[in-house]
Nanobody
Framework: VQLQASGGGLVEAGGSTRLSCAASRIILSTFISFNNMGWYRQAPGKQRELVARISSGGTINYADSVKGRFTISRDNSRKTMYLRMNSLKPEDSAIYFC??????????WGQGTLVTVSS
């Protein structure tokens, strides 16, 4: 499995952007099978933290810090997960990583995409 994250960049505080995570080298039936996909972020000098997670069944969890501002979704037909980020704050600046947990294949990570929020 390969994951390609994209959509990061420089955004002004209060602005919005959308990240995408496209999966490849995985057949559709496996992608829509029981699994979890998630977005994590890591700011300089800090540990990687969970931002949001979505299961193949549609169960969603958010970190408290992003509730009400970020929206996670997935398009199974495109084998892609998204993270819509609104009302961005400077403290949201980080490298954002996506991952995919499969029961048998384990966890795969994307390469990360940098989001910088200017104040």
């Amino acid at each position: 499995v390969q994951l390609q994250a994209s959509g990061g960049g420089l955004v002004e505080a209060g602005g919005s952007t959308r990240l995408s995570c496209a999966a490849s080298r995985i057949i559709l039936s496996t992608f829509i099978s029981f699994n979890n996909m998630g977005w994590y972020r890591q700011a300089p000098g800090k540990q990687r933290e969970l931002v949001a997670r979505i299961s193949s069944g549609g169960t969603i969890n958010y970190a408290d810090s992003v509730k009400g501002r970020f929206t996670i979704s997935r398009d199974n037909s495109r084998k892609t997960m998204y993270l819509r980020m609104n009302s961005l704050k400077p403290e949201d600046s980080a490298i954002y990583f996506c991952n995919l947990d499969l029961p048998r294949e384990g966890t795969s990570w994307g390469q990360g995409t940098l989001v910088t929020v200017s104040s």
